[in-house]
């Protein structure tokens, strides 16, 4: 099955990055939009465990952006994305039988959308990079220790995921439905294998016209939706999602420790989406994001935040 995923995935990614355009070079598209997501812990339950950070960076470049993706065979409009996170377990004193191993990681890839009839798609591939050679863990023990957090034993960071360089493929299909004159429904699928092997369905709402003429991303550990290329509008918008998940495998939860992954997964979520003036804009959002791992016990509580500041 996990084999079956992937090269669906792999088929799906490079028929999306091979689409027909006009021949062109970094030089020749312009640089749309910036989406950017900071999430944490921290900012939700406070329990430093778990999907307890992650940081996003999306650069768009394309041809231009009149309110929606462009159609199969134009222009491209491409995603440069960049991602890191930290996955940690419950405690930081010692690795325990009956919990997940740290990890850590950087990704970049490159992802593409466009639209599909009524709907909207985004494809791509990223290389995740896990393990000590990341420098995550390592950085952050020293942060807890400056700061007075709870300390990070070397023997978590020992036993953390190892060196590794993984292909992760993914796409995804949504269709925005305007179901009064302010509020957009939003259902979505979605499909990723490689570091993580799971199909998703879901859907979200968005409430607040300020947000129209958006390119809308998907945060990967909280299932936020943050804006790549912001729209014309001014205010505030409401966004408010859940979605289920049924999952294949993942490298975060090696089976070979005696491990076992929830077969599902449960995400729902909230924010509020501020557009200030042109270049300034503010976000802030909570995902609760249900166990992972068999024995778990409980969900947890994440915040998300963004202030864009353009000059």
């Not at 940081?55 to 231009?64: F, K």
């Not at 065979?73 to 009956?98: H, M, V």
């Not at 299932?223 to 495998?249: C, H, K, M, N």
Request: charged share 20%; hydrophobic share 40%.
């Amino acid at each position: 099955m996990r084999i079956m995923w992937l090269w669906l995935c792999v088929f799906l990614a490079t028929v999306t990055l091979a689409a027909p355009a006009p021949a062109q070079t970094w030089a020749d598209r312009t640089t749309l939009g910036i989406g950017r997501l900071f999430s944490n812990d921290f900012f939700g339950d406070g329990g430093d465990r778990w999907r307890t950070g992650s940081y996003a960076v999306s650069v768009m470049r394309g041809d231009g952006w009149d309110g929606s993706p462009p159609g199969w065979g134009e222009g491209p409009l491409l995603e440069w994305r960049f991602r890191s996170e930290i996955i940690a377990p419950r405690s930081l004193s010692g690795p325990r039988a009956d919990d997940r191993p740290y990890a850590a990681s950087f990704a970049f890839g490159l992802h593409s959308h466009w639209s599909l009839g009524p709907g909207e798609v985004a494809a791509g591939a990223d290389l995740v990079t896990t393990g000590p050679q990341t420098g995550l863990g390592r950085l952050m023990a020293n942060l807890h220790e400056r700061f007075d957090l709870p300390r990070i034993d070397d023997s978590v960071l020992r036993s953390q995921i190892g060196d590794g360089v993984h292909p992760h493929v993914s796409v995804a299909y949504a269709q925005p439905v305007r179901i009064a004159s302010s509020v957009t429904l939003r259902p979505f699928a979605e499909a990723q294998a490689g570091v993580e092997d799971l199909a998703r369905l879901g859907a979200d709402v968005i409430v607040g016209g300020a947000v129209d003429g958006s390119l809308w991303l998907r945060d990967i550990p909280s299932g936020q939706l943050y804006r790549g290329i912001e729209g014309p509008g001014r205010g505030a918008a409401l966004t408010f999602g859940a979605d289920w998940a049924s999952v294949g495998g993942s490298i975060w939860l090696p089976e070979s420790r005696g491990i076992l992954a929830e077969p599902e997964r449960w995400r729902a979520r909230a924010g509020v989406h501020w557009q200030v003036a042109p270049d300034t804009s503010f976000f802030y959002g909570l995902s609760w994001l249900s166990p992972e791992v068999v024995g778990q016990g409980a969900g947890q509580l994440t915040g998300q935040l963004k202030l864009n500041f353009n000059f």
